[in-house]
């Protein structure tokens, strides 16, 4: 089946530096999502992307649609204590709540 | 808060038996997905509820099996538990336009029920 890889799997950086992370899949996906996840909680949504070569950006995130429609990146700007948690892509083809996810990455900011 | 809510929060069961996990969706959706997720990995998906019909399903055996209700809301039932069966269920719900219909709508996901078979 569809997998998709995500790296890196931990960060450790210090309030105020940027952050990147990207998702690569052996398949194709007509979307490409990003999720955030705290403890106790499910994933919410960040950014949807939905055609090849797409930027988008939400705040201090900035995320892209790989042209191969095969990968993903997502960008954080300067952070800050509350961006730690738990960063999760997915990739859907029909509709979302069929979307295959990658393992996450988890995010540690020191203040 | 999403709107989508999930009984119960916790829940202990002892290999062999059998679980029920329920979900409401959001106000106005008509869909809803439920994703098994374990200790460190992300959620796969298990099955999709469409209109109460199963719209789709994950790599997930038989005794995997569920329901939806004329009001949108969900039952997730596993028979035989295993101890691999041990993970947090969450559920999302999103409005659909028909079966297999592209859609660009958000999913909204449920707090989970944090299932652990002894």
């Known amino acids: 089946g569809q997998q998709l890889n995500q790296s890196p799997q931990s960060m450790f950086i210090q309030e105020g530096e940027d952050v990147s992370m990207n998702c690569t899949s052996s398949?194709?996906?007509?979307?490409w999502l990003w999720y955030k996840q705290d403890p106790g909680e499910g994933p919410v949504l960040l950014i949807a992307?939905?055609?090849?070569?797409e930027l988008t950006s939400n705040g201090r995130l900035t995320a892209q649609f790989g042209i191969t429609r095969k990968d993903s990146f997502l960008n954080i700007s300067a952070s800050i204590p509350s961006d730690v948690g738990i960063y999760f892509c997915?990739?859907?083809?029909?509709?979302?709540?069929?979307?295959?996810f990658g393992d996450g990455t988890t995010l540690t900011v020191k203040p | 808060e999403t709107g989508v809510t999930q009984s119960p929060t916790h829940l202990i069961k002892t290999r062999g038996q059998q679980v029920t996990l329920r979900c409401s969706s959001q106000?106005?959706?008509?869909?809803v997905s439920w994703y098994q997720q374990a200790l460190g990995q992300g959620p796969q998906f298990i099955f999709q509820?469409?209109?109460?019909?199963?719209?789709g399903r994950g790599n997930f055996p038989p005794r995997f099996s569920g329901l939806q209700f004329p009001n949108y809301s969900s039952e997730l039932n596993v028979n035989a538990l295993e101890l691999d069966d041990s993970a947090l269920y969450l559920c999302?719900?999103?409005?659909?336009?028909?079966?297999?219909?592209?859609?660009?709508?958000?999913?909204?996901f449920g707090p989970g029920t944090r299932l652990t078979v002894l």
């Open positions: 997915a990739g859907a083809n029909t509709n979302a709540g069929k979307s295959t």
């Open positions: 106000s106005g959706h008509n869909t």
């Open positions: 398949s194709i996906f007509n979307t």
């Open positions: 999302a719900s999103h409005p659909l336009a028909g079966y297999n219909k592209f859609s660009t709508d958000t999913q909204y």
């Open positions: 992307l939905y055609k090849a070569g």
């Open positions: 509820y469409y209109r109460e019909e199963e719209n």
